[in-house]
Nanobody
Framework: QVQVVESGGGLVQPGGSLRLSCAAS????????VNWYRQPPGKQRELVAT???????DYSDFVKGRFTISRINADNTVYLQMNSLTPEDTAVYYC???????????????WGQGTQVTVSS
């Protein structure tokens, strides 16, 4: 059994920062790549950032230069540092982790429940 849990969301003023965490627990034998998605109110879910098993990262254009994705493999945790936030970043943020769930290192993808980020003055 694998659980993926996001944390770190909240209310922040425009221009502020938040750091989201995505932690995998349970029968985790490693994490391959991880995606952060978000779903703004009334809109479809969109990809924000990706980090691969070697730490290589990629970002959607609307967050480049403002968000940074990173990982600590020993902790089975991925972070999303969000700076210079604007009201347009308001959304529920979801972690989608590809996790090796057994000793054969078979991989399945898991989703967290989401964490709300609200940017407002």
């Amino acid at each position: 059994q694998v659980q993926v849990v996001e944390s770190g969301g909240g209310l922040v003023q425009p221009g502020g920062s938040l750091r989201l965490s995505c932690a995998a627990s349970g029968t985790v034998f490693g994490i391959d790549h991880v995606n952060w998605y978000r779903q703004p109110p009334g809109k479809q879910r969109e990809l924000v950032a990706t980090i691969d098993s070697d730490g290589g990262s990629d970002y959607s254009d609307f967050v480049k230069g403002r968000f940074t994705i990173s990982r600590i493999n020993a902790d089975n945790t991925v972070y999303l540092q969000m700076n210079s936030l604007t009201p347009e970043d308001t959304a529920v943020y979801y972690c989608n982790a590809y996790v090796a769930y057994d000793r054969s290192l078979r991989i399945l993808d898991y989703w967290g429940q989401g964490t709300q980020v609200t940017v407002s003055s």
